[in-house]
C-alpha cells in the first residue's frame, strides 16, 4: 500500500511541475489564456480578416495609415542597396513602399516579406501580382517572427508595421530582430501606441470600443477580431516601456516619435 501511494505521490508531483512549466498564461485582448493557444488565435483572428484587412484599416483610420506607413518609409530611408525584412508584413503595404521608394535608384535591393499567416501572405501576392512588381526583388516566407528562419547578420534593415503587439513573447520577437540584423543595420517599428492629452485618450477610447467592431461588423461581418483589434492595443507597453524592451535587446540610439498625438509611433534602434 505504501509502495502504491509513493508511485502516486511521485506521479502527481510530476503532473504539477508539468502543468506549470507548460501552462504559462498570457493575454489576448483583455482575455487571460494559455501561451501554447494565443498563437492559433492571432492567426485565426487574420485568416478570417485578410480578404478585408486593407479596407478596413481605410475606413478605421480614415486612410490615415497610408500616411503613417509614408512616414515609416521616410524615416528608414533606404538607399538602393538595402536588404530588406519586412516581418508581419503579409499585405504589403510596407514592403511596396519600400520598392517605389527606391525604385529610381540603381542598386539591388531586396525585401522580403515574412509572415506567419498564409492568408495574409496570399493576399499580399495578388496585391503584389495587380501592381505588376517584379517577383526579382520580393521574397515570401511563411514564419513566426519568433523563430525566423533566416540566417544571422543578414539583413540591413528589419522592419514591423502593427504586428509585434499580436507575438506571444514580444522579447523573443526583438532578440531575432537583433539576430539577423548585420552590424549597423536598423529596427523600425510602427505600432499603436499610447494617446498622450488625457482629453484626446477618452475620445480616442470611445472611437474605439463603440465604433470599430460595428465597422468590422458591418463592412467586414467581423465583429470580434476587431474587438481583438483594440484590447491588443490597450495591452501593448507604452512608449517608454517599449523602448526599454529594444534597448534590453541589445539595440542602441533607441528612439520613438510619436504621430497623431501617439496613437502611433515609431520606434528605432541600431545593432551598433
Keep these: 500500500m505504501r509502495l502504491i501511494l509513493k508511485r ?4 502527481g508531483l510530476r503532473c504539477f511541475k508539468s502543468t506549470v512549466q507548460y501552462s504559462t498564461q498570457t493575454h489576448f485582448g483583455f482575455q487571460t489564456v494559455d501561451e501554447a493557444e494565443k498563437s492559433k488565435k492571432v492567426h485565426q483572428v487574420f485568416k478570417s480578416v485578410a480578404d478585408s484587412y486593407d ?12 500616411l ?3 512616414q515609416f518609409m521616410r524615416t528608414l530611408d533606404p538607399s538602393p ?11 504589403g503595404d510596407v514592403a511596396f513602399r519600400y520598392l517605389n521608394y527606391i525604385s529610381d ?3 539591388e535591393g531586396h525585401v522580403t516579406i515574412a509572415d506567419i499567416n498564409s492568408s495574409m501572405l496570399e493576399e499580399g501576392k495578388k496585391r503584389a501580382f495587380n501592381l505588376k512588381l517584379s517577383q526579382n526583388n520580393i521574397s515570401w516566407v511563411e514564419c513566426d517572427a519568433e523563430h525566423l528562419p533566416m540566417e544571422p547578420d543578414s539583413y540591413s534593415a528589419y522592419t514591423i508595421a502593427f504586428g509585434i503587439r499580436n507575438v506571444t513573447h514580444i522579447d523573443k520577437a526583438l532578440d531575432e530582430a537583433y539576430r ?5 543595420g536598423r529596427f523600425l517599428c510602427l505600432e499603436f501606441s499610447q494617446v498622450n492629452p488625457e482629453a484626446l485618450r477618452w475620445i480616442y477610447d470611445q472611437y474605439s470600443f463603440n465604433v470599430i467592431p460595428v465597422m468590422g461588423h458591418v463592412v467586414a461581418s ?4 476587431y474587438q481583438y483589434l483594440v484590447e491588443s492595443i490597450r495591452k501593448f507597453p507604452c512608449q517608454e516601456d517599449f523602448k526599454y524592451m529594444i534597448e534590453s535587446a541589445g539595440f542602441r540610439c533607441v528612439t520613438y516619435t510619436n504621430l497623431t498625438f501617439g496613437v502611433v509611433a515609431i520606434h528605432s ?3 551598433l
Aim: aromatic share 12%; with cysteine.
Design 269 to 271: 534602434g541600431f545593432k
Design 8 to 11: 502516486f505521490n511521485n506521479y
Design 180 to 184: 539577423v540584423l548585420e552590424p549597423g
Design 81 to 91: 542597396h538595402t536588404k530588406l525584412l519586412d516581418v508581419a508584413g503579409g499585405t
Design 222 to 225: 467581423q465583429w470580434r477580431p
Design 68 to 70: 503613417w506607413k509614408d
Design 55 to 66: 479596407v478596413m484599416n481605410d475606413i478605421m483610420s480614415c486612410g490615415i495609415h497610408r
Design 105 to 107: 535608384m540603381k542598386g
